[in-house]
């Protein structure tokens, strides 16, 4: 066997047993770099005879290609192997049984929300939605509260710093989900029928106050409208919401600027073995406002008062919550205990129906 040769077939043997990345890196260097026998009978063709190097260029040239490549070829299987290698080791079990393992839950607030537009969408109602983040005119203005009026102060608005860009104006954490109604009635054309269920931010806290809480807003715009729509609307929801056909509503003369007439409701409890429950009439307790919308409130959004009527009613998705879940402190709902919302949490494939009972 000549020189070349053995070189070859020694070069290749070691080349294919390689059995990682690192060997085959040895491989390489010990095959083709500048101290190798390879690179020494490179050098040789310099000192070779034009005709003697034409005989043996190619052999060693083609010895070198060969080499490379068989090494190239080796590196990219082992580099296959070891993708493979950790491809394997990362996979995982999707059968493994989850029971061991913490499991997420639907929130009380969200469960509710998911009721309401069940309850709602069967009446024909849409959910409607608005920014979290509002200008004075949605939250106030258009809502017949002018700039002067004193139910600004009683809001507790959170104020973003002037802004340079709306005229020194402030923006605003919204205080309640009527912009909602605002801008609903200038986007759409009535008929209208929607609830508008959110977030919104005063600044207050104690047991039943958080800064952040939940209101839903109810709106309807149409011909024709009086408070014995309101009143149905509310009785039918109130009864789908708390399950029972004995509930009670109360409706009480009331004030806000943005209805006229305004009644707050209130739903009837009865005591079972000293726990108040929805239903019956041994006490009272508030639980939303509403009213026939203000003729002002449908002018500022560009309708014809004289044409187009309507109730709204607005009402803390929070309470209502605890009312039909019987939680008592309101503050636990965005405390993210665990052991609070596994207690109270819903199961995320217990989706509300009406035919199933909306709280099952
Ligand atoms: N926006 C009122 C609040 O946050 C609640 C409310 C009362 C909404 C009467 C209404 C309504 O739409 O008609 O206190």
Known sequence: MSYLESLRSNLLALTESAASLDAIEEVRVRAL????????????????????????????????????????????????????????????????????LPQGS???????????????ADLGFAVATGPEIED???????????????????????????????????MLLRTHTSPVQIRTMMNQEPPIRIIAPGRTYRSDSDATHTPMFHQVEGLVIDRGIHMGHLKWTLETFVKAFFERDDVVLRLRPSYFPFTEPS?????????????????????WMEILGSGMVHPRVIAACGLDPNEWQGFAFGCGIDRLAMLKYGMDDLRAFFDGDLRWLRHYGFASLDVPTLSGGVGA
Do not use: C
Request: avoid cysteine; charged fraction near 25%.
């Open 33 to 100: 770099g500048k101290a190798s026998d390879i690179a020494g009978l490179m050098k040789t063709l310099g000192g070779m005879s034009p005709e003697e190097r034409q005989v043996k260029a190619p052999l060693i040239q083609g010895l070198r290609a060969e080499v490379t490549e068989a090494i190239a070829a080796k590196k990219q299987a082992l580099e296959a192997a070891a993708l493979d290698a950790q491809l394997a080791s990362e996979t995982l079990d999707m059968s493994l049984p989850v029971a061991s």
């Open 106 to 120: 639907v929130h009380p607030v969200s469960q509710v929300m998911d009721e309401l537009a069940e309850i709602f």
């Open 136 to 170: 004075d005119w949605h939250n106030f203005t258009a809502l017949n509260i002018p700039e002067s009026h004193p139910a600004r102060a009683m809001h507790d608005t959170f104020y973003f710093p002037e802004d340079k860009a709306r005229d020194g104006r402030r």
């Open 263 to 283: 009644a707050e409701v209130d739903v009837g409890f009865s005591r079972e073995n000293g726990r108040r429950v929805i239903g019956g009439s041994d006490g």
